[in-house]
């Protein structure tokens, strides 16, 4: 079973802290219970680069342009930060991970992502007026084109059913 390492990432962009996953290789426990030393992974040639889920916001090129880490390249933590930084700066991510895992070849790195949502359409069904359909999308001050977030759904309903 492997052993994983996080390390906190700070003064990345959004709200979203972000984590950097380095797994080590897995070492049997001693007898006396301590865990031994683990090799680094920094220093060691990227194998391959991944992003999880496979479905993405943005091409696949232009993924690889932002993360910079082509294969053959050595692996750096600083190099991770930066490409991380630049993925958050894009705006359309809301967390980002990475995984780096041991190879024969040398690191696989998997970016594991979850989209930022935006609001595209507001739509009032099923009531009759007044208030008018437009007169309550607009009481859930729901911009559109901004970031969705689940708990702003709450506060948005609460402010339609006072306009009722």
Known sequence: MPVRRAILLKNVPLRTFAF?????????QQADGTVPDR??????????????????????????????????????????????????????FADIAVEATPEVEGVALVFVTEPTYFISRVSIAGESEPPSRNQLANSAELELGSPFHEDAVEASIARMQERL
């Open 20 to 28: 950097l996953l380095i797994a080590v290789f897995a070492r049997a």
């Open 39 to 92: 090799p680094s992974l920094e220093g060691r040639a990227v194998a391959r680069v991944e992003f999880r889920p496979a479905e993405q916001p943005l091409p696949r090129a232009e993924l690889d342009r932002m993360v910079a880490l082509p294969v053959g390249s050595l692996l750096d933590p600083a190099a991770v930060r930066r490409a991380i930084e630049r993925l958050y700066a894009s705006g359309r």
